[in-house]
């Protein structure tokens, strides 16, 4: 019998509510005001949500579980954004992210890289646009 290999996630993205996305932890107010919320919320204003939240279907169809994407849902509420791209997780167990390691999958990278070209990010010596 062949081994067969299950993808983590699914290959296409969808479109969801971002008010119906259920949180995995709480965000303070106070995020708003770091560094790191700014910066998110700038890069989505000039060139648009870039990396995928990352939600998992809840069962019997209960909406979505929210499990890598809060600064980035937080900053699309604030910009008055209501559906947003996300990457489904397949996994039946609960996903940790480690919040030191970035592991984009070979999808999300490469969308990731297209839409910043199409969006006019250039290299850091080229001339740009």
């Not at 849902?73 to 030191?100: P, W």
């Amino acid at each position: 019998m062949a081994n067969i290999i299950r993808q983590g996630f699914q290959e296409k993205l969808i479109e969801l509510a971002v008010e119906e996305l259920i949180p995995t932890k709480n965000i303070s107010i106070y995020a708003m005001k770091c560094r790191k919320y700014g910066q998110v919320i700038s890069s989505i204003r000039e060139v648009g949500l870039i990396e995928a939240p990352v939600v998992a279907s809840l069962k019997k169809g209960k909406g979505y579980l929210l499990l890598d994407g809060h600064l980035r849902i937080m900053a699309l509420k604030e910009l008055g954004v209501e559906c947003v791209s996300c990457l489904i997780s397949t996994d039946d167990e609960t996903y940790t992210y480690n919040k030191y390691i970035n592991r984009l999958s070979a999808i999300q990278e490469h969308r990731m890289i297209m839409k910043a070209i199409h969006s006019g990010v250039w290299k850091k010596n080229s001339p740009g646009p």
